[in-house]
C-alpha cells in the first residue's frame, strides 16, 4: 500500500494547512459546500441503513464512504482545516498568520453549512413526498436524533453540556485521525483502508460531529422534531464546534507535530551510560 513513514506525513500536513491558508475564496467554499454536501448524503445513507435493518453497527461500516469520497475529491471539512491549518502558523511558514487561519475557517464553516443545508433540504423532500405527507420513518428516526441531542443536553444543565463537549474532542480525534490516515500511503485503495477505521469508531460510538449536525438537526426541525433553532446551536452545534477543534488540534495535529514534525534529538548513547541508563 505504498505506506509513508510518520516524518513524511507529518510534513504532508503543515504542507496541506499551508495550502488551506492560501486557497481562493472561491475554491474554499466550493469545496467546503460540496465536502457538507457529501457528509451530509453519507449521513442521511446511515440513518436509512440502521432504521430498515435495525442495525447500527452496519450502518457505521457504511457511513465512511461518504468521508472517504470526499476527501479523494479534494474537499474540505471544518474538523479537517482545524487540524491542518495552524500547524503551518506553528511552523513558521512565510506568510501564514492567525488571521489566514480563522478567515479559513469562517469560509468552511460557510460552505459546509450550505452544503449540508441543502442536502437536509433535498432529502426532507423525499422523506415527506414533496412536503405533503408525514415523514416517513427515517424522516422521523431523523426527527428524534434532533430532539435527543438537544433537549437531551439540555435537560441534564451544565453536564449536558460537558457531555456534548468531551463527545466532540473524541469525534474530531478520530476524525482527524482519519485525515491524516489518508496521507499515509500513496494509493487509493491504501488511503480509504486507512481512513476507513477512525471513522467508523465516531460514528458507532456516537460522537459529535459539527457537519453531520449541520444536516441532522436542521432536517430534523424540518421533519417535524420538536426542537428549535436555538436549542439545536445552543446544546449542539457551538458545544460541537468548539470540542471538534479541541480535539483535532491537540490530540492529531499538535501531537503528530510536536514528536514528528519537530522531533527531538535522539539521546546520546554515551550520556546514557554515564547517567546509569542502559544504552539503547
Not at 454536501?37 to 446511515?46: C, E, G, K, R, T
Not at 503551518?88 to 449540508?116: D, M
Not at 435527543?148 to 453536564?159: N, S
Request: proline share 4%.
Amino acid at each position: 500500500m505504498a505506506y509513508v513513514q510518520p516524518k513524511e506525513f507529518a510534513a504532508k500536513m503543515v504542507d496541506a494547512g499551508e495550502s488551506k491558508i492560501f486557497m481562493a475564496t472561491k475554491d474554499t467554499l466550493i469545496r467546503a459546500y460540496m465536502a457538507g454536501a457529501i457528509l451530509a448524503l453519507a449521513a442521511a445513507f446511515a440513518v436509512t441503513i440502521a432504521v430498515n435493518t435495525g442495525n447500527f453497527l452496519v450502518a457505521s461500516l457504511l457511513f465512511p464512504v461518504g468521508f472517504c469520497t470526499l476527501y479523494l475529491l479534494g474537499f474540505d471539512l471544518l474538523t479537517g482545516v482545524f487540524t491542518l491549518a495552524p500547524l503551518a502558523v506553528i511552523a513558521k511558514r512565510p506568510g501564514c498568520t492567525w488571521k489566514g487561519v480563522f478567515r479559513n475557517w469562517g469560509l468552511v464553516f460557510v460552505g459546509n453549512f450550505a452544503g449540508a443545508m441543502t442536502t437536509a433540504i433535498l432529502m426532507a423532500i423525499i422523506f415527506t413526498m414533496g412536503f405533503s405527507q408525514e415523514p416517513n420513518a427515517v424522516g422521523q428516526k431523523i426527527g428524534h436524533i434532533g430532539e435527543a441531542r438537544t433537549l437531551g443536553y439540555a435537560a441534564a444543565g451544565g453536564a449536558g453540556l460537558l457531555t456534548v463537549f468531551v463527545r466532540a474532542i473524541l469525534c474530531n480525534w478520530m476524525v482527524s485521525t482519519g485525515v491524516v490516515a489518508a496521507m499515509m500511503s500513496n494509493s487509493v485503495s491504501g488511503k480509504i483502508m486507512a481512513m476507513w477505521m477512525p471513522i467508523i469508531v465516531f460514528f458507532y460510538l456516537g460522537f459529535e460531529h459539527s457537519i453531520v449536525n449541520m444536516f441532522l438537526f436542521p432536517s430534523g426541525i424540518m421533519l417535524g422534531g420538536e426542537f428549535t433553532w436555538g436549542d439545536y446551536f445552543m446544546y449542539n452545534e457551538i458545544p460541537v464546534v468548539l470540542g471538534n477543534l479541541v480535539g483535532g488540534l491537540t490530540f492529531v495535529g499538535g501531537m503528530i507535530y510536536a514528536t514528528h514534525f519537530k522531533e527531538s534529538p535522539k539521546r546520546n548513547a554515551t550520556t546514557a551510560s554515564v547517567q546509569g541508563v542502559p544504552a539503547e
